[in-house]
């Protein structure tokens, strides 16, 4: 790997990915909100802030997203679903995410390996899912790792040697679970990171269009 970009560069997880990628001397370019003003909900964000960049990037990452937004806390039962909770929830973790690899796929080179990782997560695993609950958030990256599938069945025939996956980083003390993890144990960031960057070393064109955890196993759909 040479060149990396980030998308949500400011995040836990994100800042963490910057930072262990530097350390081992690749060229990063983060984005992101707090930092550039770029909104992945908005598509005309999405397209300024990638279209000024500079490609190739042979590995882009994406790694933005809430279970929370505006105030509104993962539903416990579907008695507790809103509409416009579900729709903010698509907006930020399933359309995002497909838009970012709409507008970065001109980015990546058409020959030599290229990674283009999202971050989805295990709830949003259909066949894992025994617990209930959470409904928005579960659904939203359920419909990410489908854009994520079917985007490398598209990518593979321009890019031969390209990985599109969807990636599960464990569970990770950041902003992001503070309220949620309870007695739960989370590995901090920076080796979250390291999980994941191992994983992505290993990714062959062969396993693109899948879901893998931190450990680099498949999760089921
Ligand atoms: N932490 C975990 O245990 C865990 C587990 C499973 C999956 N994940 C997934 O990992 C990803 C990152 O999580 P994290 O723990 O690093 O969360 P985090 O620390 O809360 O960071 C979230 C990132 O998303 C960005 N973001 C939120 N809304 C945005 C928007 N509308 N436009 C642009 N950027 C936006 C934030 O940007 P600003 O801060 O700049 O506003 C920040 O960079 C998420 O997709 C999450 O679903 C995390």
């Known amino acids: 790997m040479e060149r990396a970009l980030i998308i949500g560069s400011s995040g836990g997880i994100g800042r963490a990915l910057a930072n262990a990628l530097k350390a081992r001397g690749i060229d990063v370019t983060g984005l992101s909100r707090s930092g550039d003003g770029l909104d992945v909900t908005l598509e005309t964000s999405i397209a300024e802030h990638i279209g000024r960049l500079n ?8 790694v933005t997203g809430a279970l929370e937004i505006d105030g509104q806390a993962p539903e416990k039962s579907i008695r ?3 509409a416009q909770a579900m729709a903010d929830q698509f907006a930020l973790n ?5 838009l970012i690899l709409k507008h ?3 980015l990546i080179p058409r020959d030599g390996r290229a ?6 997560a295990r709830v949003g695993s259909i066949g894992d899912n ?6 928005s958030y579960r659904t939203a990256k359920a419909a990410v790792n489908q854009v994520i599938h079917t985007t490398a069945i598209e990518l593979a025939r321009s890019h031969k040697q390209a990985v599109c996956v969807a990636l599960h980083p464990g569970t990770v003390a950041t902003p992001f679970t503070q309220k949620y993890l309870g007695r ?4 901090p960031p920076a080796e979250a990171a390291e999980n994941l960057l191992a994983v992505i070393d290993k990714l062959t064109p ?9 450990k680099g196993e498949q999760i089921q759909w």
Do not use: E, K, R
């Open 184 to 187: 739960h144990p989370a590995v």
């Open 115 to 120: 990674v283009m990782a999202t971050l989805s």
């Open 94 to 98: 399933t359309i995002g995410p497909a």
């Open 130 to 135: 025994a617990l209930g609950g959470w409904t």
């Open 55 to 62: 490609g190739p990037f042979d590995l882009v990452l994406t």
């Open 104 to 106: 970065a796929i001109p």
């Open 206 to 214: 062969a396993q693109t269009g899948q879901f893998f955890d931190w």
């Open 80 to 82: 507790h679903l809103s």
